[in-house]
């Protein structure tokens, strides 16, 4: 099969959409699958075999961090040249909205992908919250245009199914349950993470910094307990306003962590924190409990599907500093926490990224068929 894969994100960036399209990419090449990529040009020209066309990128002014393309006739023509058998629009808006596009006009099978919550985002960016219903329609009339659309959980699939998008089926999820396992634990690296103070327990936020991640949420947990410390390991537009908010606690900001840093660090910590409600799905999840970690969440549906409550983890009550307080409590009893590392690796070892890729793989020839 030869397979499209536009998207609006790809290497070297770091997020859950990438971590999801290379990790299904190596699975494609691994079998025989002949595999394009279009993407913002950020200096990669191949992953794993497969060619990978960048689009110049540019800089939006609500969002500076991160670069992205506008839709490009040069989609067209790399489309024309390639001869897909399929076209996967990974969460079009940008340049895979060109992707869109192009497919109805080739009239080759489309497939379009929903991962990051854009509309939800905008609660959060207030100046632009009036353009809510906007970019629904906006992102109604794209993915309504694909033979077959797929989304991150059960959740979100609820949600779009109201928001009017039609032929919507839910991916499962995945992670790597090599790089991500408790085997990486280091002595060092939780040195360094808890600068020197091994008696103090270290939750850690592994992700982009920006301000729909809620990561000012864990802030009164560390002014109301000196016991414990925090790992911020990511980057993004929030990270200095952040500083600046965990000025004076018991928190350590890494920037991004790779490889066999960063499963050393997932690897090293007594449990993760995820304040976010706003997610898709949220990959870093299954990757911290790969690692052995549980999951201290926001109770929201995509950590409810993800998260035994008690058992791989604790979900409590978003912006309820009781309720956070209560559930990060399970960190101090060692004989809880070890039983919970367990169920979470063994929760994790379900979700291997082949099965996944297979499943995506099966996707793509229902949208052939359907087509």
Not at 62 to 89: M, R
Not at 362 to 367: G, Q
Request: net charge neutral; hydrophobic share 40%.
């Amino acid at each position: 099969m030869r397979i499209a894969i536009v998207t609006e994100t790809f290497l070297p960036s770091t997020d859950g959409v990438v971590t999801r399209l290379t990790q299904a990419i190596k699975y494609f090449r691994t079998i025989g699958h002949e595999v394009l990529v279009i993407a913002p040009d950020l200096g990669v020209t191949e992953y794993e075999g497969a060619r990978v066309e960048g689009i110049k990128p540019i800089t939006l002014p609500f969002y500076q961090y991160k670069k992205f393309a506008l839709p490009s006739k040069k989609v067209k023509t790399l489309l024309e040249e390639f001869q897909p058998n399929i076209i996967h629009a990974a969460n079009p808006v940008l340049i895979a909205a060109s992707a869109v596009n192009y497919a109805r006009k080739l009239n080759v099978p489309l497939l379009a992908s929903y991962h990051t919550h854009i509309p939800k985002y905008l609660d959060y960016y207030k100046i632009y919250k009036p353009g809510k219903p906007i970019l629904w329609k906006y992102i109604r009339k794209l993915h309504n245009a694909a033979d077959l659309n797929l989304c991150t959980s059960e959740t979100i699939e609820k949600e779009l199914v109201e928001q009017g998008i039609q032929k919507l089926h839910v991916l499962q999820r995945g992670v790597d349950t090599v790089n991500h396992h408790p085997e990486f634990y280091s002595k060092k690296m939780r040195n360094r993470l808890t600068r020197g103070d091994q008696s103090k327990k270290l939750l850690l936020f592994v992700g982009r910094l920006a301000i729909e991640k809620e990561i000012h949420k864990i802030k009164p947990l560390l002014e109301e307990r000196d016991d414990i410390a925090l790992a911020i390991i990511g980057d993004g537009p929030a990270r200095n306003s952040l500083m600046q908010q965990f000025k004076g606690t018991n928190t350590i900001f890494t920037g991004f962590l790779h490889g066999k840093e960063l499963s050393q660090a997932f690897a090293s910590a007594d449990a993760f924190v995820f304040p976010s409600v706003t997610e898709t799905l949220g990959l870093v999840i299954l990757e911290a409990m790969a690692s052995g970690l549980p999951v201290i969440a926001a109770k929201s549906g995509p950590t409810m599907e993800q998260i035994r409550d008690g058992e791989t983890g604790v979900l409590f009550e978003n912006e309820n500093i009781e309720s956070l307080m209560k559930a990060v409590s399970v960190i101090e009893d060692d004989e809880t926490l070890q039983q919970m590392k367990k169920h979470a690796r063994e929760e994790a070892e379900k979700y291997a990224w082949d099965n996944a890729s297979q499943q995506l793989l099966e996707f793509y020839e229902a949208t052939i068929d359907a087509h």
